[in-house]
């Protein structure tokens, strides 16, 4: 049996051993990748890189509210963008897997981050992280010192702390007036999740490959945003190791791939980026930035599944992008 066969064989097995309750809760999270915890640095890159982004594409860098798709382990970029002067934060997600201890310890270096201006961690730190960047220095030009001395004033970041302690008081959280909120929805289904017309940023960052109903999602998230605000995500289309080749998810039949993603509530949707844009186009969504990067190194022959992918789509291994919501 050749090495594809095999690696086929290895994951149509660990789907089927998924129906089997204390394995899938055991190892949910790293089924769709082998995934050690990040550290603080990384939360704080992905946020600076998202808004150096929407600085050059005429977007806002100031957001009041962001709600964030499928934190996962680390609110992490929600606490930096706390921490940069956003008021309110959303963290959504399907299976609880956030614990308070750890985020304590993450914003704690999060702060000593910005308050030593430290530069953004580029591709030598993580070379994988989207979106690249011209320039890696911290960005003055969205966090000019009046702005950042303010955020981190002692007495708000206690609130930050405070408001991460209390993450799971809903009635605390809920106060429209608090000066610093955070609100941890778990699992995240619909528009109603949080209130319509709020969000000046919906950001994701290697999540909406996961998402199932994703027709659903971004009309979801567009009800959430304010007009005028926008998403800002970053897709990964690759296998997520479910194949030997990054793009080989796409060879597998509808039969095969029901015994791979076997109990698990969710793996890859196998979505290309086509399919993307023209739910953002449905959505009334105005594109703004779209940065895929390209892998032409793996060729295959799609399922009859998809036999309609366009060679962009079996080319583009991932993809930063930027839209903002119309009427």
């Known amino acids: 049996m050749n090495s594809n066969r095999m690696h086929t064989l290895r994951v149509i097995i660990k789907g089927l051993c998924s129906y089997i309750p204390l394995y899938r809760s055991r190892s949910l999270r790293g089924f769709v990748m082998e995934r050690k915890p990040l550290p603080a640095k990384y939360y704080y890159s992905v946020w600076l890189r998202h808004m150096v982004k929407a600085h050059e594409y005429g977007l806002s860098t100031q957001p009041d509210v962001i709600a964030e798709l499928g934190p996962g382990d680390s609110l992490g970029v929600g606490l930096t963008a706390l921490l940069t002067g956003t008021r309110k934060y959303h963290a959504l997600d399907i299976v609880?897997?956030?614990?308070?201890?750890?985020?304590?310890?993450?914003?704690?270096e999060l702060v000593e981050l910005l308050r030593n201006r430290t530069a953004i961690p580029g591709p030598d730190a993580f070379p994988s992280c989207e979106p690249k960047l011209d320039s890696y220095e911290f960005p003055f030009q969205i966090l000019p010192e009046k702005?950042?001395?303010?955020?981190?004033?002692?007495?708000?970041?206690?609130?930050?702390?405070?408001?991460?302690q209390n993450?799971?008081?809903?009635?605390?959280?809920?106060?429209?007036?608090?000066?610093?909120?955070?609100?941890?929805?778990?699992?995240?289904?619909?528009?109603?999740t949080i209130e319509k017309n709020v969000a000046d940023v919906v950001i994701s960052q290697a999540v909406l490959?996961?998402?199932?109903?994703?027709?659903?999602?971004?009309?979801?998230?567009?009800?959430?945003?304010?007009?005028?605000?926008y998403i800002s995500q970053s897709v990964d289309f690759r296998s997520h190791g479910l194949s030997k080749k990054w793009n080989g998810h796409w060879e597998y039949s509808?039969?095969?791939?029901?015994?791979?993603?076997?109990?698990?509530?969710?793996?890859?949707?196998?979505?290309?980026l086509s399919r993307h844009v023209q739910l953002l186009k449905k959505n009334n969504f105005e594109i703004k930035c779209l940065l895929p990067s390209k892998d032409n190194s793996s060729s295959i022959k799609v399922s009859d599944s998809f036999k309609w992918l366009t060679q962009e789509d079996l080319e583009t291994a991932t993809c930063f992008i930027q839209a903002a919501k119309t009427v």
Not at 96 to 108: F, M, R, S, V
Not at 209 to 229: F, I, P, Q, S, T
């Open 96 to 108: 609880k897997y956030a614990d308070i201890e750890h985020n304590l310890t993450i914003l704690e």
């Open 147 to 164: 702005r950042l001395s303010r955020a981190l004033a002692s007495e708000r970041i206690a609130l930050i702390k405070q408001a991460l």
């Open 167 to 192: 993450v799971n008081k809903q009635c605390v959280n809920k106060q429209e007036d608090a000066p610093v909120s955070i609100m941890y929805h778990v699992p995240w289904e619909d528009a109603f």
């Open 209 to 229: 490959e996961h998402v199932d109903r994703l027709e659903n999602a971004y009309a979801v998230m567009h009800a959430w945003l304010k007009c005028g605000g």
């Open 254 to 272: 509808d039969a095969i791939w029901r015994l791979i993603l076997g109990g698990r509530p969710y793996l890859i949707n196998r979505l290309p």
